[in-house]
């Protein structure tokens, strides 16, 4: 089997399965239905992926892997600081507000109570690497000493949090629409201001 032939059957399972959990929830999608949903074989199917929580993994990382990269390219860059922290904010923004993130997040707050190895995995799967990322950066900064920060995990996390704000609330509780390109536009540039003014002066 060419490599081209299993990259192509390992993104139809995943899919197949964001489809299943997205519409039945994770304890409701059998790996039965998610093969069906493929479509592959069961056998086939478990080749790739030896359990269903492997699977939420793999979609999370799917849905992620753009994040990611984005912030790997962007640490590597050159840019001024408040360009490289759009750059990051833009693709963090771009995901947490996509349909597909918002609706695996209230699946995943719906059902970790029953199954709580799901937070850990979820967690591990995304935000602890983006995270772990960020740290990364702000701590590369520090050691080139182009900002003084006290508390790097402090500062990643803050810089997290402000780019979801009330605004992903709203989303997640489904009491407003997802932002538009030019609100989410304006949204960057106030956390992106606010991140540098209150916590390093930039020379």
Do not use: W
């Not at 039965?32 to 199917?45: M, R, Y």
């Not at 929580?53 to 600081?81: G, M, P, R, Y």
């Not at 937070?119 to 772990?132: E, F, H, M, R, W």
């Amino acid at each position: 089997m060419t490599l081209e032939l299993v990259n192509i059957k390992r993104q139809s399972i995943i899919e197949g399965a964001t489809q299943m959990f997205l519409q039945y929830g994770f304890n409701a999608s059998s790996m039965d239905k998610i093969a069906q949903a493929a479509p592959v074989s069961k056998a086939t199917l478990y080749k790739y992926f030896d359990s269903k929580d492997a699977l939420l993994a793999a979609v999370i990382e799917h849905l992620c892997l753009n994040l990611f990269q984005v912030v790997d390219d962007a640490i590597a860059e050159t840019e001024s600081i408040e360009n490289i922290l759009k750059k990051i904010a833009s693709a963090f923004v771009e995901l947490i507000f996509s349909e597909d993130a918002l609706g695996l997040y209230r699946l995943i707050i719906t059902e970790c109570r029953d199954f709580p190895q799901l937070g850990q995995l979820v967690y591990d799967s995304a935000p602890k690497i983006v995270n772990t990322q960020l740290i990364t950066y702000l701590d590369s900064l520090n050691q080139r000493n182009e900002v003084t920060l006290l508390d790097v995990n402090f500062a990643a996390d803050a810089f997290i949090s402000l780019l979801k704000g009330e605004l992903h609330f709203q989303c997640l509780l489904g009491i407003r629409t997802i932002p538009t390109s030019e609100e989410k536009k304006v949204h960057i540039e106030q956390v992106v201001k606010l991140f540098i003014q209150g916590f390093f002066n930039v020379d």
